[in-house]
């Protein structure tokens, strides 16, 4: 039984959080040969607390832009050492992770960073087995996420969201984009069906 990484990803209020507490609890059930591991960028390290001090205090979307693709850079790194690779590289896990490299490139392209250098400098992480895109237009992801953090200004969303559409493309990957936009049966109900397609 080899081992699977599987990344969900999307513009803030898509319903990503949701979907993969209830992604956890299905894949459980439904082998309990494997285990199932839940986490998260950024994540509750040393780098990880400093990214989302920034987050919840800093309002402008473009602000700090340099600042912040250095702290997402060293949190992934320490994430990749100390949880997915060693993961990974065991039989029988399946490692599901809410955000990964794509949140960075997608977010700091439009604050302003060349999507060259952004792709190169992940390129030595990890590659996904399979990262899912929730698709939700902005407004819609406003209106669930209440505008009150850095990133969660309508504009700047869009923009997010157009750069994430485009990674089917852009990104030598498996990379498959889902419709956020209908009820959380039907969108966990889709992703279950690209899962079990992938695993089973």
Do not use: W
């Not at 513009?11 to 959080?17: F, H, L, Q, S, V």
């Not at 990749?80 to 690779?85: A, D, F, H, R, T």
């Not at 060693?86 to 990964?100: E, F, T, V």
């Amino acid at each position: 039984m080899r081992s699977y990484f599987i990344v969900l990803e999307g513009i803030d209020g898509c319903g990503k959080g949701t979907i993969a507490t209830k992604l956890v609890e299905y894949l459980f059930r439904k082998n309990k040969k494997y285990s199932v591991i839940l986490t998260r960028e950024p994540t509750y390290g040393k780098y990880g607390a400093r990214i989302r001090q920034i987050l919840a205090k800093e309002k402008d979307p473009i602000a700090g832009a340099k600042k912040c693709f250095y702290l997402y850079v060293k949190d992934r790194k320490d994430h990749s050492k100390k949880l997915i690779l060693p993961l990974y590289k065991q039989s029988g896990n399946i490692i599901i992770s809410d955000r990964y490299y794509h949140s960075t490139v997608a977010f700091q392209h439009v604050q302003g960073n060349s999507m060259t250098k952004l792709i190169k400098v992940h390129k030595k992480f990890l590659r996904p087995d399979l990262t899912i895109i929730l698709d939700l237009p902005a407004k819609k992801a406003i209106g669930r996420c209440g505008g009150k953090e850095k990133f969660e200004e309508l504009n700047f969303l869009e923009k997010v969201r157009k750069v994430y559409l485009k990674f089917p493309v852009l990104l030598d990957e498996n990379i498959l984009i889902i419709n956020a936009d209908q009820s959380k049966a039907k969108v966990l109900k889709d992703v279950k069906i690209a899962i079990d397609k992938l695993i089973y």
